[in-house]
Nanobody, 122 residues
């Protein structure tokens, strides 16, 4: 499994970005996929996750109504659309995949990760 993220960048507060994660090497309908973020000195935290049926399982409370998780099944691509960004959203954002059943809370339970894409909100 390989995950390649893109779409990060620097924006001003209240701006928008759309992150993309292209997954390859996944041979069945779909595992749990999601986005996590991390700032230096802190643990990687779950932002939003989606199960294999395309249902959004979780969205971090502080971003609900502003961040939207979608998946383009034909392209095996996961998106995180982020609107009305706040400086607290500054972090490295990572795409993650879990092939086993369930869509867990913690980063340690996801086996595959992308390289990350930096989001900076000023």
């Amino acid at each position: 499994v390989q995950l390649v993220e893109s779409g990060g960048g620097s924006v001003q507060a209240e701006g928008s970005l759309k992150l993309s994660c292209v997954a390859s090497g996944i041979t069945y309908r779909g595992p749990c996929m999601g986005w996590f973020r991390q700032v230096p000195g802190h643990e990687r935290e779950r932002v939003a996750t989606m199960d294999g049926y395309g249902r959004t399982v979780y969205v971090m409370p502080s971003v609900r109504g502003r961040f939207t998780l979608t998946k383009e099944k034909d392209k095996n691509t996961l998106y995180l659309e982020m609107n009305n960004l706040k400086p607290s959203g500054t972090a490295m954002y990572y795409c993650a995949v879990r092939l086993n059943s369930g869509c867990p809370v913690f980063a340690k339970d996801f086996a595959y990760w992308g390289q990350g894409t930096q989001v900076t909100v000023s």
